[in-house]
């Protein structure tokens, strides 16, 4: 059985994931996070030396596509959706501090 | 009682009266939107309804047919036929939302690949059928937009994710629905509700235009009222995509032509694990009872052991959330989907975490935080490639039952709809899919039809039997389940309450 995870260990993952949890959620999401890992423990029981990892049920081999030129979804189309745009850019907040950037 | 109501759960014969102008497309679509008027506010089975664009197509198809009385089929396999889809497919008119916060209002500037084909067919959508949050649950009660309730008992739960659209058939909105699963989420709830529905093999229809939850587990599949429904859902859904590099380059049966031929020497295999203790007792009886069906029409039946069936839950959760975390990064506030509102001399990270943050609800945030542990660094060998592994153990354990039957035959799920609320626990939750999820695991194919009713507290609850054949090996499934089907009443009797 695994060690339960810590307030420290979730926040982390939290940071990871881009989530910005409050105190109360962490706590929740650590106590729910634990028994979930600790059902998943079971997988421990099984002897997988040497089993090659099968990442998709049909093996697949790469498949490339036709190159050819093809029209391109129109840009209002594609900006409709956006939640703040600038003429035809997406708007965003600064990415560096001031005096940081170029 | 309308005549069109017993015509959607025979989509045969609601083809043949469509065809030969005994109905028209406008009346179906005018019944159907009637009786969604009518039962949606108590079942909440839509978040979306296209009544005028239901009913400009129906004219349009009314008036190509009137052109075309020589040549019915002209219009396409499903001409008129109505249908409703997951929130998680989108189309390039109305919203698709996932059930989700993060995508309220998204309009999507591309229809996914099963519409093009549905609607090339001639099928008319009617709307988006409620699901849980991003295709996560088995319940339908983690949609933002509210749960979705089972009409055969408004105090339970349909099932899930694909809640909405086994709704829709069991309670006459339909004549067809498009789910999807990534574990057990069109076969689950179809059980719950008394439907038939298909997981199809992976590979066997595109996932373009299908919200990615689990790429390597995500499939789109069929409800119908009847296994010869579904079969024709699929006929028009299935086949090569460009479009999706993981849809297979393999050629698509008919599989309406055989269904009704019998299946030479069927052997139906079941396995120990499947007749678990942990099954309700009515479950439990209506399996056995299926089981003696199938020997009643000269199958043999052969016990079958999948020792494994335990640890696919447990290789699911891995694997499931890890993709999904992957997935779900493309939701950033930026491009489309919910933004925050952004603060003073907030910086981009910032932004993306707190739009995360008010965009997912708590089960889409679990399995994010989950499959983002699961794959960080000192964590990934331990779960995501021992899962790998193991799951390539699950697929070889079902490639040698397979050597042995034609069909793996036990229960969809191990209780008929439980109460909404009643796993607010998430592991408890994630249990019910416990005779679901390896299908998907090892890619094979599956479909869950009507085997029986249990008396609950005066009311009658559904019971599924869950039939799975291996990988591309529909044709057989779907006879094999016809067969039933013919033999048992069940198809008819499990009619849910009309109020």
């Known amino acids: ?102 | 009682m309308s005549a069109i109501a017993p015509l959607l759960r025979d989509v045969t014969a609601l083809r043949a009266a469509i065809a030969e102008r005994r109905v028209g497309v406008l009346e179906v679509v005018d019944h159907c939107i009637d009786v969604i008027g009518r039962r949606d506010g108590e079942l909440r089975a839509l978040r979306e309804v296209y009544p005028e664009r239901a009913r400009r197509r129906a004219d349009a198809i009314d008036a190509a047919l009137a052109g075309r009385r020589d040549d019915p089929s002209a219009a396409g396999l499903l001409a008129g036929v109505p249908v409703v889809v997951k929130d998680n497919i989108v189309t390039d008119y109305g919203t698709t939302t996932c059930g989700s916060r993060m995508l309220d209002g998204y309009a999507s500037p591309y229809s996914a690949t099963v519409i093009e084909r549905l609607e090339e067919a001639g099928a008319i959508v009617l709307g988006k059928a409620n699901c849980d949050e991003f295709a996560m649950g088995s319940s339908t009660e983690s949609c933002a937009f509210g749960a979705t309730r089972n009409p055969w008992d408004l105090s339970r739960v349909p099932g899930g994710s694909s809640g909405g659209s086994a709704v829709a058939i069991a309670a006459g909105y339909a004549a067809l629905a498009l789910g999807s699963e990534t574990g057990g989420s069109v076969r689950q709830p179809a059980a719950l509700c008394g439907v038939v529905g298909i997981k199809p093999s992976y590979g066997r229809v595109s996932r373009y235009g299908l919200v990615a939850f689990g790429s390597s587990l995500d499939q789109v599949g069929p409800f119908a009222h009847s296994v010869g429904g579904a079969a024709m859902l699929l006929q028009v859904i299935a086949g090569r995509d460009e479009r999706d590099s993981t849809s297979a380059d393999l050629g698509v049966p008919d599989y309406l032509q055989a269904l009704d031929d019998r299946v030479e020497s069927l052997v139906v295999g079941v396995p120990v694990q499947y007749r678990s203790d942990a099954n309700d007792p009515r479950v439990a009886q209506a399996i056995e009872q299926a089981v003696e069906v199938y020997r009643g029409l000269g199958a043999e039946i052969v016990e079958i052991d999948l020792p494994l069936t335990d640890y696919g839950i447990s290789t699911y959760y891995v694997i499931a959330p890890a993709e999904a975390s992957s997935n779900l990064a493309r939701f950033d506030g930026i491009r489309y989907g919910h933004r925050a509102v952004p603060e003073p001399g907030e910086v981009l990270e910032d932004l993306y975490a707190r739009s995360r943050a008010e965009g997912f609800g708590p089960e889409v945030q679990r399995r994010i935080m989950l499959g983002t542990y699961m794959l960080s660094a000192g964590y990934y060998e331990a779960y995501y490639r021992r899962a790998l592994q193991v799951r390539r153990l699950i697929a070889q354990e079902y490639a040698r039952a397979f050597e042995r039957c034609h069909v793996l035959l036990g229960p969809t799920a191990p209780t008929p709809a439980f109460p909404l609320g009643g796993k607010a626990d998430p592991l408890s939750m994630y249990l019910c899919d416990v005779y679901t999820v390896n299908t998907n695991i090892a890619g094979a194919c599956a479909i869950s039809i009507p085997c029986g009713l249990a008396d609950e507290g005066g009311r009658r609850l559904p019971i599924g039997l869950h039939l799975q054949a291996r990988p591309f090996d529909e044709s057989v499934l779907l006879r094999a389940a016809r067969m039933f089907e013919r033999a048992t009443d069940w198809s008819e009797l499990v009619v849910a309450p009309s109020a």
Request: charge should be negative; hydrophobic fraction near 40%; glycine fraction near 6%.
């Open chain 1, 1 to 102: 059985m695994p060690e339960p995870l810590t307030t420290r260990e979730v926040e982390h993952v939290a940071k990871l994931a881009r989530l910005r949890l409050s105190e109360e959620q962490v706590e929740r999401y650590r106590t729910q996070l634990s028994d979930v890992l600790a059902h998943i423990a079971k997988l421990g029981e099984l002897d997988v030396a040497g089993v090659e990892p099968m990442a998709h049920c049909i093996e697949f081999v790469n498949r490339l596509g036709n190159d050819e030129p093809a029209p391109a979804m129109p840009l209002e189309a594609l900006l409709r959706n956006a939640p703040a745009v600038e003429g035809s850019y997406l708007a965003v907040p600064k990415v560096l501090d001031d005096g940081g950037g170029a």
